[in-house]
Structures are given as structure tokens and as C-alpha cells.
């Protein structure tokens, strides 16, 4: 049987792990909707200093640059949004496509290889395309094998976060799934004539809803 607090001690299990603050980045994401790039700009300064190690936060701010002509910062912020954990693939092809336009096809292909690593996990096929085509016209490229687009700390800390995203949202499905098994077994019992039931199912709900609110951008 699933009590309360083996649902509470489940959820310590993820103090390796920060929660996302999505809210103040899709602010981001409208202000970019509304062409107020220079206020996008602005706000994503201000929460980058808050939060480093949100990379919504560094995606949307990729964007802003993107749209005001900024193409080395919004390298720079596509390279942050990657490493912190941002692993849709639209950042990954925004690089790609600005560095490959830039002609500098090592860190194309550089970029390619990273994401073909097991640790990575995913593929992007636009990403790895533009790595053959680089590889192609690598005579023509305006950089050298020994400039790197990531660090091998970066990398390393890329990886790592890629394993946590993994951990936390296995963590995520286990937790969801003891809560929602809790409350299927109390909407069994009589609630309609019982208070400690209703408080119970009360208490479980709102422990669903804040688990959704805190790590829902998970699924």
C-alpha cells in the first residue's frame, strides 16, 4: 500500500535537481512573439543572473538575438541553451545553420559529433545533413580543426546534464504514478460519507498539482 510518506520521501530523491522556472521564461517567449526584442534582451539578463541553469531562459534569448541580427550572441546563447539542457533540436539547428552560413564547417561538424555520442541519446537529422555537406566543402571553410565550439568541460557538463534530464524525469513519472495510484484507491472508498477521505484525496490532488506545475515540461 502507497502511504503519504513514502510518497514524500520519493519525492527527496531529486535533490540533485532544480526546479524550472518556466514561468519567467516564456515571458521571454512572448515578449519575442510581440517583436520586443530589445525587452526580451533586457529580461533575459535579468533572470540569466538569477538563473544561470535555466535554458528555456537561453533559448528564447538565442531568439531575441536571432531577430535583431546578433549572430554571436545568439551563437552564444544557443551554445549556453545546449549545454544547460535545452535538447529539442531547435537550438542545435539554429547553430548549425549559423555557423554553417558562416562557413565554419569544422564546428559543424564538431557540433554533429557531439550529438552523435551515446551519452547524447537523441538525433537530429537536419544537424547531421548539414555535417555531410560541411564535409563536402571543407576546403572552403573560414575556421580551423582546431578551433572547438565546446570547451571539453562543456561537454562533459552537457553530458551530465543530459543523464540528470534522464534521472529527473524518470523520477517525475515514478512519483506521478504513486500519487495517481493513491487516489484511485481512496475514490474506491466510501468519500461521500467519509471527511478523512475527501481531506486525503484533497491532500493528493494538490501533491499532483504542484508535482505538474514544478516538472509537468518534462513529458
Known sequence: MVNAS???DSQNDKDAFIESSI????LLGNLNFDKEYDKAIEEGKRIEAEYPNDYFEHCNLMVSY???????NCNKEAK?????GHHTG??????SINLYKARKYH????LSEIEENPRF???FDDVYKRKLRAQKHIDKATDTKEERLFTDEEIEE?????????????????IRSLINEKLCKLKKKDWLNDKSVVEEMGFYTNELIELSRKYGYLC
Open 107 to 110: 564546428q559543424v561538424i564538431q
Open 121 to 123: 541519446g537523441l538525433f
Open 90 to 95: 531547435y537550438c542545435e539547428n539554429r547553430l
Open 158 to 174: 552537457l553530458y551530465q546534464n543530459v543523464e540528470k534530464q534522464k534521472a529527473l524525469h524518470e523520477w517525475y513519472i515514478r
Open 80 to 84: 549556453l541553451a545546449i549545454i544547460k
Open 6 to 8: 513514502e510518497i514524500i
Open 66 to 72: 536571432f531577430k535583431k541580427g546578433d549572430v554571436e
Open 23 to 26: 514561468p519567467k521564461a516564456c
